[in-house]
């Protein structure tokens, strides 16, 4: 990060409110391309993009030298099912059906690589066709459960990824997808999770996407205040069922090529099809600059939660405990795990900015590694984001019925802690 982007996100950044909804300023329908690696930068990303929270599409280019794009595709741009046969065929594979809905997604079932590859050549010697339905390989994990294989590096302009870098600190989890599917396949009408960013690499295909920007899906809720299952339904029409559809602005359309990037913004609803068989590599990811947005859509979850087991508030001693419970099972996360996602990342800024990374412990850790290439100056940001979202997670009222003291360090310590090391890097 340069000094004019670190400026821009000091000005647009000044307080905890100020970015954590939406998009500003998206010109209607108009989404840029960007053409060469060595004309853009990080910060040109980071001030045109991610503060702004703008859609973007990078071309071929940036994916020319993955490992995927090599061998996981043949000379006439088709899945190279032979390669992916032989490297992967045995592993067990989540695959949906898009064919089915199922409390609005589709059923998934877990299966050999081989056997879904086999029904993949069918399906397409069947004209596109099968019984078994139109199945699509989602959220697979390859590169945790293959992580000796060249697939891809992480783009530079998606480093700042604190939802990863918790996740791998804690070693139980990632948000790093593959995703494989004939054409036809597609994936329902959804914003990501946490309300996160996303990018999606096309290593073989053509997708389209449908994207509506923040609080736009509000017009597409029907009488019941539920969001579609697909937004390309002719019922949508029907204004006794969604009586403010007719109000919403067109969705942003995006056709993805091979080789091409495209970034989601947080909390961007979206749609997407498979126009030809495709295969694509998704990361889901957290930073400084969606990390309020992040902090907003838990505390609306955990409203639905409140909201649902009302009736039993007094009649319940550990009510508050019980949503918690609840709120973390069908999210993944709560409100002290968010207290301990923001303090890891915290500490990991201090470290950078106290040198302390050595070589050795960057080899060990990628993650960190990342977040000490980014710079002193995004460093800080990080570190005046966490605060601004801490201080907010430290006054709400939830968050205090869950004995905060008892956390180590306590959030009033952290916050001192942090507050010190601002304050001593910009001295």
């Known amino acids: 990060m340069d000094r004019a982007a670190f400026a821009c996100s000091t000005a647009f950044f000044h307080d905890y409110s100020s970015a954590s909804h939406g998009a500003v300023g998206l010109p209607q329908g108009h989404v840029d391309y960007i053409e060469k690696v060595e004309s853009f930068s990080y910060s040109d990303f980071f001030r045109d993009y991610l503060i702004p929270n703008h859609p973007c599409v990078f071309s071929a280019k940036f994916t020319e030298g993955w490992g995927s794009r090599r061998n996981w595709v043949t000379q006439d741009g088709k899945p190279n099912f032979d390669y992916l046969l032989q490297n992967f065929g045995k592993a067990v594979v989540p695959v949906a059906n898009c064919d089915v809905k199922e409390y609005n997604s589709n059923p998934k079932e877990q299966i050999l690589l081989k056997e879904y590859i086999s029904y993949w050549k069918e399906h397409i010697k069947k004209n596109y066709h099968s019984p078994r339905g139109c199945l699509y390989l989602k959220d697979w994990h390859l590169c945790r459960a293959f992580p000796e294989h060249d697939v891809y590096t992480t783009p530079l302009y998606f480093t700042s990824d604190w939802l990863n870098e918790y996740w791998d600190a804690i070693g139980m989890d990632d948000y790093r997808f593959v995703y494989m599917g004939p054409k036809g396949s597609w994936t329902p009408f959804h914003a990501d999770v946490f309300r996160s960013y996303s990018w999606s690499a096309n290593i073989c295909g053509k997708k389209k996407w449908l994207l509506y920007a923040p609080r736009q899906e509000e017009y597409l809720r029907d009488r019941h205040g539920n969001l579609p299952f697909d937004i390309t339904a002719p019922n949508l029409q029907d204004s006794s069922v969604y009586p403010r559809y007719a109000q919403s602005c067109p969705p942003v359309e995006i056709i993805q090529e091979a080789g091409e990037i495209v970034f989601i913004p947080s909390g961007w609803h979206h749609q997407v099809y498979n126009l030809e068989d495709t295969i694509s590599i998704n990361h889901n990811w957290v930073n400084g600059c969606n990390v309020a947005i992040m ?125 010190a090391a601002i304050d001593t890097a910009l001295l």
């Open 295 to 419: 902090w907003s859509f838990l505390q609306d979850e955990l409203v639905a939660v409140q909201r649902e087991i009302s009736e039993w508030r007094d009649t319940m001693d550990d009510w508050h405990l019980q949503c918690q419970v609840i709120m973390k099972s069908c999210t993944g996360i709560d409100y002290r795990e968010f207290y301990n996602f923001l303090k890891v990342i915290s500490e990991n800024r201090i470290s950078v900015l106290n040198h302390v990374l050595d070589e050795e412990a960057s080899a060990k850790d990628t993650n960190r590694a990342a977040v000490s290439a980014l710079g002193m100056l995004h460093a800080v940001f990080d570190l005046k984001r966490t605060v601004q979202v801490l201080t907010s997670l430290n006054a709400n009222e939830d968050f205090k019925k869950l004995n905060p003291k008892s956390l180590c360090p306590t959030p009033e310590a952290l916050l001192h802690r942090l507050k």
